[in-house]
């Protein structure tokens, strides 16, 4: 799943078709940035898409928050600390 992107290819590209594949994509694309060797056009529009992609995952984390607050009854407890636990 080698994804090269110029500046045009990031506006054109699919919305993923889930959490985890936008977060692979994510996790690609940084390392393609960390690597240093994208041209600059390359590196805007990787940015650009990754930008996407962090709506994306970000809006659907929010969407589980929600369902997880309507099973729990809107009773959402924070987890408890280390302290607690021992």
Do not use: H, I, W
């Amino acid at each position: 799943m080698s994804k090269k992107l110029n500046a045009d290819s990031a506006d054109s590209l699919p919305a993923p078709a889930s959490f985890e594949e936008a977060m692979a994509e994510l996790a690609q694309l940084v390392t393609q940035m960390e690597a240093g060797q994208l041209p600059l056009e390359a590196s805007v529009a990787a940015y650009a898409r990754g930008s996407e992609l962090v709506k994306y995952c970000a809006g659907q984390l929010d969407k589980v928050e929600a369902q997880v607050k309507v099973l729990e009854g809107g009773m959402l407890k924070p987890f408890a600390d280390a302290e607690e636990l021992a």
